[in-house]
């Protein structure tokens, strides 16, 4: 794993925001990238041609596991794995659902077990992951209404330590990073009102959103060589935030 220059590498949620800037990067650092999106389209437009652009929702086991066939298929193996792809909840804590807290734990829980769990039946020589988490899971929530968003990135923490104790003996390191806010689609709902963005910004430190160009640099250096010996760690790119 260590001597690999060319990596053979599954992103979830490739079609936009972080994922998508993830999969730019290494694909602009000439590694083998599968784009993973439930937007067919936006995956493709990412994958440029030249890589595998996957359909997938998540959250549905029979389509996750269909989908991780097709990277092996295309790959003949896997060597690192994002998981990029979830869903975000704003509604108050009154007024949220069982339905709405479920289909969030579906995607971003239950879907990020799904791909560690194909990813890691793949990597046979050893390999990297990265899940992505959130200060959220740290905090406890950034805005009011997160409950469900919250809670499902404080789940993602704790199962990556698990799939680090888990899968470390296999030479396959697990870490996780913890974005603060980023200004992606992601976050426009949100964010759309002048004043509660201004209050997110005042959060940080620097006074302003991150970006998704500049986690996926973070998320690269995880799955690379060079972090060989970082494992079961939660790495937070958040401006500033946790600290307060």
């Known amino acids: 794993?260590?001597?690999?220059?060319?990596?053979?590498?599954?992103?979830?949620?490739?079609?936009?925001?972080?994922?998508?800037a993830t999969a730019r990067l290494l694909i602009e650092r000439g590694h083998q990238v599968a784009c993973l999106d439930r937007d067919i389209e936006a995956a493709q437009r990412v994958a440029g041609g030249a890589h595998p652009a996957i359909a997938v929702d998540v959250a549905d086991e029979?389509?996750?596991?269909?989908?991780?066939?097709?990277?092996?298929?295309?790959?003949?193996?896997?060597?690192?794995?994002?998981?990029?792809a979830g869903i975000f909840e704003t509604t108050s804590?009154?007024?949220?659902?069982?339905?709405?807290?479920?289909?969030?734990?579906?995607?971003?829980?239950?879907?990020?077990?799904?791909?560690?769990r194909e990813a890691a039946g793949?990597?046979?020589?050893?390999?990297r992951i990265?899940?992505?988490?959130?200060?959220?899971?740290?905090?406890?929530?950034g805005l009011a209404g997160t409950v469900s968003y919250a809670t499902s990135k404080g789940a993602v923490l704790a199962m990556t330590k698990n799939a680090a104790r888990v899968l470390g003996p296999k030479g396959i390191a697990v870490n996780t990073i913890?974005?603060?806010?980023?200004?992606?689609p992601f976050a426009a709902t949100p964010l759309k009102d002048p004043a509660t963005r201004a209050r997110v910004e005042g959060m940080t430190s620097f006074n302003r959103?991150?970006?998704?160009?500049?986690?996926?640099?973070?998320?690269?250096?995880?799955?690379?060589?060079?972090?060989s010996y970082v494992h079961g760690a939660t790495l937070v790119a958040d401006g500033g935030m946790v600290m307060y």
């Not at 298929?73 to 998981?83: H, R």
């Open 1 to 20: 794993m260590g001597e690999m220059s060319i990596m053979r590498i599954s992103i979830t949620g490739a079609g936009s925001g972080i994922g998508a």
């Open 130 to 141: 990265c899940t992505v988490a959130s200060v959220a899971g740290l905090r406890g929530g």
């Open 93 to 116: 804590f009154e007024e949220t659902t069982v339905a709405m807290f479920r289909r969030v734990h579906e995607v971003n829980v239950i879907g990020t077990f799904l791909c560690l």
């Open 178 to 184: 913890a974005p603060g806010m980023i200004d992606t």
């Open 209 to 227: 959103l991150g970006t998704a160009e500049e986690i996926a640099p973070a998320i690269a250096w995880l799955l690379s060589p060079e972090a």
């Open 62 to 84: 029979e389509a996750v596991v269909r989908a991780f066939g097709e990277v092996r298929a295309a790959f003949s193996g896997l060597d690192a794995l994002a998981t990029c």
């Open 122 to 127: 793949m990597m046979e020589a050893g390999g």
